[in-house]
Structures are given as C-alpha cells and as structure tokens.
C-alpha cells in the first residue's frame, strides 16, 4: 500500500505561483513513477505532469508547459509541482498519483495504482 498526502494549495492571483508537495508512505517512494493531475467541477480528471523514479523523464500537458515544473526528492518521499504565471483556468484540485507499473500512457489516470485526496488550487483573475 501507498498512502500520498498533497499540500500547498490555497487562493491565489493570476499571475502568482504556488509549490504543491506530496509525501508518500508505504512503500519504497523510489520504485514508481509519480505523476500530478487535477479536476475542475464538471470535467474529467485531466494529466498535469509526470516524472520518472530518478527525477528523469518529465512530462508536461501542453496547458501547463513552460510554467510547471514537477520534480521530487526521494530522499524525502517527496514529489513537488512548482506552479508558476498562475492563470484562472488552472484552478481545480490537484491530485498527485503513483505508477507502480511505469507504464507507458502516463497520461491515462487509469494507470495510477494510489492516489492522494487532492488539494485546491483557487486562482482569481
């Protein structure tokens, strides 16, 4: 089992930034493949950022790229999304998500084995 705990949300103007944190337990936090996604009311949960286990092999959806930025620590079985020019349409909750299987559609949320119960992130234009 794997439990992941988000943090860092919170309201915020456009323009602004904000550091979102996840801390896992359970397991080896080394051995998966961490990813971020987030849910606005009334759409689909949707892919926000992947990172391999070495810190290696990022990804980004086009609508956060150039102004996200997954990264993780293991040593503090920590993954971060630095959230920067903030813009109205990002405002959902967040959910970090773990891949035991490293499979390939990182993008696909079906293929997260543990997820964490969300944080909100509000920003107002």
């Known amino acids: 089992q794997v439990q992941l705990v988000e943090s860092g949300g919170g309201l915020v103007q456009a323009g602004a930034s904000l550091r979102l944190s996840c801390t896992a337990s359970?397991?080896?936090?080394?051995?998966?493949?961490m990813g971020w996604f987030r849910q606005a009311p009334g759409k689909e949960r949707e892919f926000v950022a992947r990172?391999?286990?070495?810190?290696?092999?990022?990804y980004y959806s086009d609508s956060v790229k150039g102004r996200f930025s997954i990264s993780r620590d293991n040593a503090k079985n920590t993954v971060y999304l630095q959230m920067n020019s903030l813009k109205p349409e990002d405002a959902a909750v967040y959910y970090c998500?773990?891949?035991?299987?490293?499979?390939?559609?990182?993008?696909?949320?079906?293929?997260?084995?543990?997820w964490g119960q969300g944080t909100q992130v509000t920003v107002s234009s």
């Open positions: 359970g397991r080896t936090f080394s051995n998966y493949v």
């Open positions: 990172i391999g286990w070495r810190g290696g092999s990022t």
């Open positions: 998500a773990a891949d035991i299987l490293s499979t390939s559609h990182f993008w696909d949320p079906d293929e997260y084995e543990y």
